[in-house]
């Protein structure tokens, strides 16, 4: 196991999206590169696992489209529930970026359709930036 391999297998991603193929398809390619993902399909459901897991939990990534509660609100929520906690939206319209912004622990907005690739690289990134004790 190479060092980039034991370092992100440390380290649990939580997945929310209302389309369980792309969660599902996430989960897949994440776990393949070490991660342990969690996942959930609402913002009511990814808040309830955040509580149980938040010292465990190092990145949020969540679909801003989705019904009853949608990314933006979860951010916010989230930002109450666990402050340091870093959150990456991912969206396919450009007002969403715009409101994003104005949410303290939004660190990246990603435009949908996104590479899986890509979008592993810059949750690397990101990990790096925010190392464990800042929580």
């Known amino acids: 196991m190479d060092a980039l391999t034991q370092q992100a297998s440390e380290e649990t991603l939580l997945i929310v999206d209302d389309e369980p193929l792309m969660t599902e398809l996430f989960e897949k390619f994440m776990t ?8 959930a399909a609402s913002g009511a459901e990814a808040l309830r696992i955040v509580e149980r897991e938040k010292d465990r939990i190092r990145l949020v990534l969540t679909d801003v489209s989705m019904p009853a509660m949608d990314g ?4 916010g929520a989230l930002g109450h529930l666990a402050p340091s906690l870093p959150v990456m939206l991912a969206t396919g319209h450009d007002a969403d970026m715009d409101t994003a912004r104005g949410l303290p622990n939004v660190v990246a907005v990603v435009r949908k359709p996104y ?3 890509v979008l592993a690289e810059q949750i690397r990134t990101l990990l790096d930036a925010h190392t464990p004790g800042m929580r």
């Open 72 to 75: 933006l609100a979860l951010a």
């Open 32 to 39: 393949k590169r070490g991660f342990h993902v969690l996942t």
């Open 115 to 117: 590479q899986n690739r």
